[in-house]
């Protein structure tokens, strides 16, 4: 449909509220939006007197026709259109997270509680967070730990009190030691974790002021023991409090956005503020043919906060937004919590400087990932330069063999996408037994992969393959490249007596790299991931290899049985903490040799 005509469609539309979808010329959805009256929203996309830009121009001018669906309400379209975005991916819309989840932190229920991130909130327990990543959460858990000596062997108190020796963490003043028979008391182990739930909610001044109170009562009654603990865990606390950044009250707790754009992209930035500090942060980047207005931006954190699971009191937005958007959001989110939120622009004070500083943090993140990118596209050029590519090469595979003498060799294959090392995309390959010379296990496992060709999987072909090792590698995947009618550059990396990439070799030459130390640098990085990568490869296989071995000393157990369990069970741990009767449900095991099963496992726990 032209222009015109799409305009004649949009203004007979309703003014009621509804989304819509606009579809390309191949049929695909490429966009959807929503609105509280969808003929004044859609119709001025086309109107004669419309002048768009960037990427709303471009997108209008990819419209080929367009369809709405009504609904009863605002709110109502809000999470429709969520829908519609989750379920098509439009190439211009906001793309939303899914996902997990986020992590938080759990202090468990019982006499002797432990402390541990997870993934879900349950009814038993007290939680804190979300977090924005795992590694955030299990550094606190790490830090908490630490600080207040709390168990992390994983033991069962106060099953296990007293049985063993106390681990080297004890010994180190690490943990306090719960395992020894009458150290820790349930009441002092209460005190304990009355200490880190404070820590965890960031109390320390108050936290401090009862642990100093601790200390000149312990040192009064000659507990000089408990006094050094007390000591330690305050210098602890004051240690990680000074770090805090302290912007605001310590009443606060917010959430506040901040926003940066320009015709190359957006970045977005939450910080989360939790009694005056920011505690954490978390950051969205949208590419340059994502539309962003008010209302993407609205659909987008009505997504991410039902994702989080956790709404703080107050929103405080850095970007301009009609208040009929920002009282859709605060309704959406207050059905979401069961809580009051509101979320606003704030005009000044604190809250307006809060904002800025996630703008400004949201700038920082986005200039500083286009530098980084530039420098990876500058050495992917000086790489095609030097080799004499055709392209530049944003997809790198590099292969190596590693094996066990003439057993449980693997071929591992690593990728760099763009300049950075894409583990996602990593492949190895088991080797046939009865081959034994590494050019022909090469080819064996080249051949698999050449055979997948590409597909949605993440199948693709490579701009450039680098060979752990020199002419015979590089000239056994050219044959290959060659039976499957590819045409890809290919090189080897050969090392020297030190185990670091001397030269590359094209398979009739040797290319040195001495008087380039930024390409050494480059090929050496991959050919050390590479030999890393197949190595671990290698070292699973050998590892469920020994697993099996030592059940097939079980009277009535071979190869494949010993396989069936592991594959059932997933583990030897969790084999281990099997019953019998758990044994004999897997398929092909008989009652008599599952109780066989049962006691030598047992035999081997001691």
Known sequence: MTREELWEKAKLLPLSPGVYLMHGKSGKIIYVGKSRALKNRVSSYFAPSSHHRG????????VDDFEVYLTSTELEALLQENQFIKQFTPHYNIKLKDGGG?????????????IS?????????????????AGVAKAIVETAKATFGIPTCGKDFPKDIGKGRPCLNYQIGRCIGVCRKGGVSQSEYAEIIAGATHFLRGDYSFLISELEQKM??????????LAARCRDMIRAVKRIGDKQQIVANRDIDCDTVGYYADELGA???????????????????????????????????????????????????????????????????????????SVCVPKRGIQKSLTETAATNAKELLLHARKVEEKRTGTLAEVAEFLHLPVLPD?????????????????????????????????SFNISEDITDDCTMLKEALNRRFDHGTDETGWEYPDLILMDGGVQQTLTCREVLSEHGLCIPVFGMIKDEHHKTRTLTDGESEIG????????????????????????????????KVKQSSLTTVKGVGEAKAKALLTHFGTLQALKAATADDIAAVKGIKPETAQAIYNFLKEDKK
């Open 55 to 62: 990427k709303t121009a471009r997108m209008v001018a990819a």
């Open 102 to 114: 986020y992590p938080y932190i759990r202090i468990s229920d019982g006499p002797y509680p432990d």
């Open 513 to 544: 790299l001495i008087r380039r130390q930024d390409l050494f640098v480059f090929f050496y990085k991959i050919q050390e991931e590479v030999h890393r990568y197949s190595l671990e490869r290698m070292d699973v296989r050998r590892r469920k």
């Open 267 to 341: 970045e977005l930035v939450v910080l989360f503020i939790r009694r005056g500090a920011i505690v954490d942060r978390e950051s969205f980047d949208f590419g340059a043919d994502e539309i962003i207005d008010e209302q993407s931006l609205t659909g987008f954190l009505q997504h991410f906060y039902s994702v989080r699971g956790y709404v703080p009191p107050k929103v405080y937005v850095g970007y301009q937004a009609e208040d009929s958007e920002l009282g859709l959001l605060s309704e959406y989110l207050t059905s979401l919590t069961g809580a009051k939120v």
């Open 216 to 225: 000149n009562k312990a040192a009064e009654h000659l507990n000089y023991e």
């Open 395 to 427: 997809r790198i595979e590099s292969y190596d063999i590693s094996n066990s003498g003439t057993e449980l060799a693997s071929c591992g294959m690593i990728v760099m996408d763009k300049g950075r090392f894409a583990k996602r995309k990593y492949r």
């Open 117 to 133: 991130m997870v993934w879900k909130r349950t009814a038993t327990g007290r939680y804190f967070g979300p977090y924005s990543s």
